[in-house]
Protein backbone atom coordinates (compact mmCIF):
# COMPACT_ATOMS: atom_id res chain seq x y z
CA UNK A 1 0.00 0.00 0.00
CA UNK A 2 1.48 3.80 -1.23
CA UNK A 3 0.14 6.35 1.61
CA UNK A 4 0.51 10.40 0.34
CA UNK A 5 -0.48 12.60 3.19
CA UNK A 6 -1.48 16.61 2.07
CA UNK A 7 -1.56 18.96 4.52
CA UNK A 8 -2.35 22.34 5.23
CA UNK A 9 0.84 24.82 5.14
CA UNK A 10 1.14 26.38 9.17
CA UNK A 11 0.41 29.85 10.24
CA UNK A 12 1.65 33.17 7.87
CA UNK A 13 2.74 36.12 9.21
CA UNK A 14 0.10 38.40 7.58
CA UNK A 15 0.82 40.23 4.96
CA UNK A 16 4.43 38.28 4.46
CA UNK A 17 4.42 35.56 2.48
CA UNK A 18 6.13 33.74 5.36
CA UNK A 19 5.88 31.58 8.52
CA UNK A 20 5.21 33.48 11.71
CA UNK A 21 7.36 32.35 14.66
CA UNK A 22 3.79 30.89 15.97
CA UNK A 23 3.58 28.93 12.88
CA UNK A 24 7.34 27.33 12.67
CA UNK A 25 6.78 26.46 16.51
CA UNK A 26 3.51 25.01 15.32
CA UNK A 27 5.43 22.95 12.98
CA UNK A 28 8.23 21.88 15.26
CA UNK A 29 5.07 20.41 17.97
CA UNK A 30 3.64 18.49 14.69
CA UNK A 31 6.43 17.03 13.28
CA UNK A 32 6.65 14.00 15.52
CA UNK A 33 2.91 13.45 15.47
CA UNK A 34 3.24 13.06 11.48
CA UNK A 35 2.88 9.41 9.66
CA UNK A 36 6.49 9.22 7.89
CA UNK A 37 9.44 8.00 7.61
CA UNK A 38 8.63 9.29 4.17
CA UNK A 39 10.27 8.77 0.57
CA UNK A 40 9.50 12.24 -1.03
CA UNK A 41 8.26 15.56 -0.36
CA UNK A 42 6.14 18.08 -1.92
CA UNK A 43 5.38 21.87 -1.97
CA UNK A 44 2.96 24.43 -3.27
CA UNK A 45 4.85 27.62 -4.66
CA UNK A 46 4.11 29.88 -2.13
CA UNK A 47 6.48 30.64 0.36
CA UNK A 48 4.86 29.44 3.69
CA UNK A 49 3.92 25.91 2.02
CA UNK A 50 8.44 25.59 1.58
CA UNK A 51 8.63 26.88 5.65
CA UNK A 52 5.73 24.43 6.80
CA UNK A 53 8.26 21.17 5.05
CA UNK A 54 11.38 23.03 6.15
CA UNK A 55 10.04 23.83 10.15
CA UNK A 56 8.81 20.25 10.24
CA UNK A 57 12.41 19.08 9.15
CA UNK A 58 12.21 18.42 5.66
CA UNK A 59 14.28 20.85 3.48
CA UNK A 60 14.66 18.83 0.28
CA UNK A 61 11.58 18.70 -1.46
CA UNK A 62 9.73 19.24 -4.90
CA UNK A 63 7.60 22.71 -5.95
CA UNK A 64 4.72 21.44 -7.61
CA UNK A 65 2.50 24.17 -8.98
CA UNK A 66 -0.98 22.19 -9.17
CA UNK A 67 -0.40 22.28 -5.38
CA UNK A 68 -0.48 25.77 -5.06
CA UNK A 69 -3.42 28.30 -2.90
CA UNK A 70 -6.75 28.80 -4.94
CA UNK A 71 -6.46 31.27 -7.71
CA UNK A 72 -6.76 34.99 -7.82
CA UNK A 73 -9.91 34.35 -9.71
CA UNK A 74 -11.56 33.33 -6.76
CA UNK A 75 -11.86 36.94 -5.12
CA UNK A 76 -14.61 37.72 -7.27
CA UNK A 77 -17.48 35.24 -5.38
CA UNK A 78 -15.64 36.97 -2.58
CA UNK A 79 -18.86 39.38 -1.79
CA UNK A 80 -20.96 36.04 -2.63
CA UNK A 81 -19.24 34.07 -0.76
CA UNK A 82 -19.65 36.02 2.58
CA UNK A 83 -23.29 37.04 1.99
CA UNK A 84 -23.93 33.40 1.51
CA UNK A 85 -21.80 32.62 5.29
CA UNK A 86 -24.10 35.64 6.81
CA UNK A 87 -27.67 34.45 5.55
CA UNK A 88 -26.91 30.32 6.22
CA UNK A 89 -24.03 30.36 8.58
CA UNK A 90 -22.03 27.92 5.90
CA UNK A 91 -18.37 27.27 5.81
CA UNK A 92 -16.47 28.58 2.78
CA UNK A 93 -16.00 25.61 1.29
CA UNK A 94 -19.90 25.05 1.38
CA UNK A 95 -20.21 28.62 0.17
CA UNK A 96 -18.12 28.24 -2.87
CA UNK A 97 -20.53 25.47 -3.57
CA UNK A 98 -23.31 27.26 -3.39
CA UNK A 99 -22.36 28.66 -6.55
CA UNK A 100 -22.45 27.18 -9.83
CA UNK A 101 -19.00 29.12 -11.82
CA UNK A 102 -16.96 28.72 -8.15
CA UNK A 103 -18.09 25.19 -7.63
CA UNK A 104 -17.37 23.59 -11.28
CA UNK A 105 -13.65 25.95 -10.93
CA UNK A 106 -13.13 24.05 -7.63
CA UNK A 107 -14.14 20.78 -9.79
CA UNK A 108 -11.51 21.17 -12.21
CA UNK A 109 -8.70 22.09 -10.09
CA UNK A 110 -9.50 19.01 -7.91
CA UNK A 111 -8.82 17.20 -11.07
CA UNK A 112 -6.08 18.72 -11.44
CA UNK A 113 -4.62 17.35 -7.83
CA UNK A 114 -6.03 14.11 -8.56
CA UNK A 115 -3.49 14.07 -11.61
CA UNK A 116 -0.65 15.46 -9.76
CA UNK A 117 -1.10 13.30 -7.14
CA UNK A 118 -1.44 10.08 -9.03
CA UNK A 119 2.07 11.06 -10.83
CA UNK A 120 3.62 11.21 -7.10
CA UNK A 121 2.26 7.54 -6.56
CA UNK A 122 3.75 6.26 -9.78
CA UNK A 123 7.48 7.59 -8.56
CA UNK A 124 7.12 6.16 -5.36
CA UNK A 125 8.28 2.76 -4.61
CA UNK A 126 5.56 -0.12 -2.85
CA UNK A 127 4.77 0.61 0.47
CA UNK A 128 6.40 4.33 0.34
CA UNK A 129 4.76 7.80 1.99
CA UNK A 130 4.69 10.85 0.28
CA UNK A 131 4.31 14.43 2.18
CA UNK A 132 2.81 17.62 0.74
CA UNK A 133 2.12 20.61 1.89
CA UNK A 134 -0.77 23.03 0.27
CA UNK A 135 -3.46 25.41 1.34
CA UNK A 136 -6.89 25.38 2.34
CA UNK A 137 -9.30 25.09 -0.14
CA UNK A 138 -7.11 23.11 -2.64
CA UNK A 139 -7.28 20.31 -0.11
CA UNK A 140 -11.09 19.73 0.29
CA UNK A 141 -11.54 20.26 -3.14
CA UNK A 142 -9.29 17.37 -3.72
CA UNK A 143 -11.27 15.37 -1.36
CA UNK A 144 -14.75 16.47 -2.89
CA UNK A 145 -13.38 15.01 -6.36
CA UNK A 146 -12.10 11.82 -4.51
CA UNK A 147 -15.23 11.19 -2.72
CA UNK A 148 -17.47 12.10 -6.25
CA UNK A 149 -19.96 14.28 -4.59
CA UNK A 150 -20.42 17.90 -3.66
CA UNK A 151 -20.67 17.33 -0.30
CA UNK A 152 -17.98 18.54 2.33
CA UNK A 153 -19.41 17.00 5.33
CA UNK A 154 -16.85 14.75 5.12
CA UNK A 155 -14.86 17.11 6.94
CA UNK A 156 -16.83 17.81 10.04
CA UNK A 157 -14.84 20.84 11.15
CA UNK A 158 -12.79 23.24 8.74
CA UNK A 159 -8.95 22.08 8.73
CA UNK A 160 -6.70 23.70 11.27
CA UNK A 161 -3.05 24.50 10.12
CA UNK A 162 -1.01 21.65 9.51
CA UNK A 163 -4.38 19.15 9.06
CA UNK A 164 -5.23 17.70 6.14
CA UNK A 165 -6.08 14.21 4.29
CA UNK A 166 -4.47 10.86 3.99
CA UNK A 167 -4.77 8.98 0.68
CA UNK A 168 -4.21 5.15 0.83
CA UNK A 169 -3.53 3.72 -2.75
CA UNK A 170 -3.47 -0.29 -3.85
CA UNK A 171 -2.60 -1.26 -7.58
CA UNK A 172 -2.67 2.72 -8.39
CA UNK A 173 -6.30 3.13 -7.32
CA UNK A 174 -7.27 5.17 -4.12
CA UNK A 175 -8.65 2.76 -1.49
CA UNK A 176 -9.22 5.02 1.40
CA UNK A 177 -9.47 8.84 2.22
CA UNK A 178 -9.31 10.19 5.99
CA UNK A 179 -9.08 13.15 7.78
CA UNK A 180 -5.93 14.16 9.37
CA UNK A 181 -6.38 16.44 12.45
CA UNK A 182 -3.51 17.47 15.05
CA UNK A 183 -3.82 15.62 18.47
CA UNK A 184 -5.71 17.03 20.69
CA UNK A 185 -2.50 17.68 23.31
CA UNK A 186 -0.60 19.26 20.52
CA UNK A 187 -3.44 21.61 20.25
CA UNK A 188 -3.57 22.46 23.98
CA UNK A 189 -0.10 22.89 24.33
CA UNK A 190 -0.04 24.98 21.41
CA UNK A 191 -2.46 27.07 23.24
CA UNK A 192 -0.99 27.49 26.97
CA UNK A 193 2.15 28.41 24.59
CA UNK A 194 0.03 31.45 22.94
CA UNK A 195 -1.55 32.57 26.26
CA UNK A 196 1.77 32.40 28.32
CA UNK A 197 3.45 34.44 25.34
CA UNK A 198 0.31 37.07 24.94
CA UNK A 199 0.82 37.48 28.84
CA UNK A 200 4.45 38.74 28.82
CA UNK A 201 3.91 40.62 25.91
CA UNK A 202 1.33 42.51 28.36
CA UNK A 203 3.69 43.10 31.32
Do not use: W
Request: hydrophobic residues 40%; aromatic residues 8%; proline residues 5%.
Amino acid sequence: MITVEIRRSSIRLKPSKRLSLEGLRLAKMVAPYLGGPYHAYYSSRARRARDTLKGLGFPTYREVEEFDPLPAAFDRFERELLLRQRQTGCNFLQGYLGIPEAREELRIIGRRLVEAVHKIVRKLPPEGRALIVSHSGVIEALGLIVREEDDPSYVSEALRHLEGLAFEFVGGEIRQMRVLRIPGDVITGFSSIQKNDNVLAGE
